[in-house]
């Protein structure tokens, strides 16, 4: 209470010298001091209402605690009171003391409500002055207030602005200075931007043609060198891709197959950078992913396939980032329709092929009958699993 009266008192003492700085120092320091005064009273009064309202504490027991709350928060009336035991006066004194804080805090609010009210009119008046130095004519101060909240006017920056820009913050509190300065910029310079942006998405496309390019430079001997090794394998001794990864190199007697499992190493770092031309590294990820689509393959025809795939995939990616880097289109989408064939249930996909095989048979003689049979058969349907060849024969 001593400090808040101290500082209050510095207050009027700048007021009576017109020194603003001291007095709204001065002004601080008091509503710092009265927020403590407040806060430590309504402490007190809290723990001395427990004490009070707890009926199970003898008059003894109540004057002994109401001593020691009253000695934590160096309160002497209170102390006297409590030592005297006596009801009526530990009562009157608490009401009083409650009434007293109260009052205060009635006074404290209105006087800080005042000397806001005194800071906003002098605000006010510089703001105004700081538009009559900027031209705004009587009357269109408010209008110029509500143009630069609602982002339709240059905020005014700077010293000359700050009382302006106080304004317009107070009755827009979510206006947000930067969001006007980034309008503008794509407002105003959307050439830049799109610059910007098309310089960004050029220099992606060259480092994606420079990588494919480089993929593709390798691609043509590496597939041709695993097609080479593929052939070398006699089918009979065809493993299973996966197999072949997992079986290191020195437990492979045949020259042949593990020539064939260095090709497919190749093979495979081929297709992870085809996978990922923008960067152009291999990852760990991208090398077992890559692996695993080629292992898919379970024999010579099924590999060779998986050959002419990686070929048409590098292909064409080669081709769409020549084109996006000339300034063209990326090629369109094309999803085809299912066949009317694979619409077909299993037992009429069957019974058709053999239908069909039957008739090329029944136009064909000699011993290589039913080796033609098994040729026709599988052109018309090369994907059907292995058992309907096995129940069709």
Do not use: C
Not at 131 to 160: C, F, H, S
């Amino acid at each position: 209470m001593t400090n808040a009266l101290s500082a209050f008192s510095g207050a009027m003492e700048g007021y009576q010298e017109g020194s603003r700085q001291k007095f709204d120092q001065s002004m601080k320091l008091w509503e710092a001091e009265n927020k403590r005064i407040q806060e430590t009273n309504h402490a007190a009064l809290s723990e001395y209402h427990d004490t009070l309202s707890n009926r199970k504490l003898t008059m003894d027991q109540m004057s002994i605690e109401l001593q020691v709350a009253a000695a934590k928060y160096d309160d002497r009336a209170m102390q006297t009171a409590a030592k005297s035991k006596n009801s009526l006066v530990i009562a009157q004194l608490y009401d009083k003391q409650a009434q007293a804080l109260e009052q205060m805090k009635v006074s404290g609010d209105r006087l800080s409500q005042n000397y806001e009210m005194a800071q906003q009119r002098e605000q006010n008046k510089l703001a105004v002055a700081q538009m009559r130095a900027l031209g705004v004519a009587p009357g269109q101060e408010m209008p110029l207030i509500d143009a630069i909240g609602q982002y339709k006017q240059a905020p005014i920056t700077g010293p000359r602005g700050s009382n302006i820009m106080n304004l317009v913050q107070q009755k827009y509190p979510d206006y947000d200075i930067k969001k006007w300065f980034a309008e503008k910029y794509e407002a105003t310079i959307p050439g830049r931007v799109k610059a910007a942006g098309e310089t960004a998405a050029a220099r992606t496309f060259n480092v994606a043609g420079a990588n494919i390019e480089i993929v593709m430079s390798r691609a043509g001997p590496v597939l041709t060198n695993a097609a080479e090794a593929a052939n070398a394998v006699p089918a009979t001794e065809f493993k299973r891709i996966n197999q072949l990864y997992q079986t290191a190199a020195e437990e492979i007697s045949d020259p042949a197959i593990r020539n064939f499992k260095v090709a497919n190493e190749e093979v495979a770092a081929l297709f992870a950078a085809v996978l990922n031309p923008r960067s152009g590294v291999i990852t760990v990820s991208a090398m077992d992913h890559a692996r695993s689509l080629i292992a898919a393959s379970d024999g010579p025809e099924a590999y060779q396939a998986i050959l002419h795939n990686i070929q048409r995939l590098a292909e064409r990616e080669s081709a769409n980032i020549r084109s996006l880097r000339a300034g063209g289109e990326s090629a369109p989408i094309n999803i085809p329709p299912i066949s009317s064939e694979r619409r077909a249930s299993i037992p009429e996909l069957v019974g058709k092929t053999t239908q069909r095989a039957g008739e090329g048979a029944e136009t064909a003689a000699g011993p290589g009958n039913l080796q033609r049979w098994k040729e026709q058969w599988e052109s018309l349907h090369p994907h059907l699993p292995g058992w309907m060849v096995r129940e069709a024969q």
